[in-house]
């Protein structure tokens, strides 16, 4: 054989090895090319699935927020109603007929008189002229408020509230939710 024919066969063997490693080349670019995109397709997935769970969450903090401004915004209304209906309550007291309130404030005043004995008794200006002063109870002053009485014990010890605002104060903390309920439920 002839250096041309062993020049040839190495030429050929050479080739051949060039198309083989070509070939591999193409094939592990392809791969390379296949795991790429897989990737590629993975990641979207993943920042899709991440941006649907961010738009997920800032759509229920923003529903929760707007739950909670509608809640704040139904108490304030309720709160408002409440002290409106209060504040009406307490001017129907005020307005009572004088010789109701005169009644009253006689039971009042024995009442009064039982528990402190001898006692001074405030009021206001206005219901100053409905008081009937028993033995033992004296004139205490004016004091300002919507109606009622205040007594007040000689030693100035023991005081007993009977103001309409602090009457009413009473009874509304304790059926405030029988209030709530027929105003709201």
Not at 6 to 11: A, G, K
Not at 27 to 34: K, M, N, P, Q, S
Not at 59 to 66: C, F, I, K, T, V
Request: glycine letters at 6%.
């Amino acid at each position: 054989m002839g250096l041309e024919k062993i020049v040839e066969e190495i030429l050929r063997t050479g080739e051949e090895r060039k198309q083989e490693i070509i070939r591999q080349g193409e094939r592990e670019r392809d791969e390379h090319v296949t795991q790429a995109d897989a990737q590629i397709v993975e990641h979207r997935a993943k920042a899709a699935k991440r941006a649907d769970a961010q738009v997920s969450q800032m759509e229920q903090q923003e529903l929760s927020s707007a739950e909670l401004e509608s809640k704040k915004s139904l108490l304030s209304a309720q709160r408002q109603v409440m002290d409106e209906v209060k504040a009406l309550v307490l001017a129907e007291l005020a307005s009572y007929p004088a010789e109701k309130r005169s009644a009253m404030y006689a039971r009042l005043m024995k009442a009064a008189k039982a528990e402190l004995g001898e006692c001074y008794v405030y009021s206001n200006t206005a219901d100053k002229a409905l008081l009937k002063m028993p033995a033992g109870v004296s004139d205490g002053g004016i004091m300002d408020c919507r109606g009622g009485l205040v007594f007040e014990s000689k030693d100035r010890a023991v005081r007993l509230d009977y103001r309409f605002e602090t009457l009413l104060e009473e009874v509304w903390s304790r059926k405030i939710q029988e209030i709530y309920s027929a105003l709201f439920g």
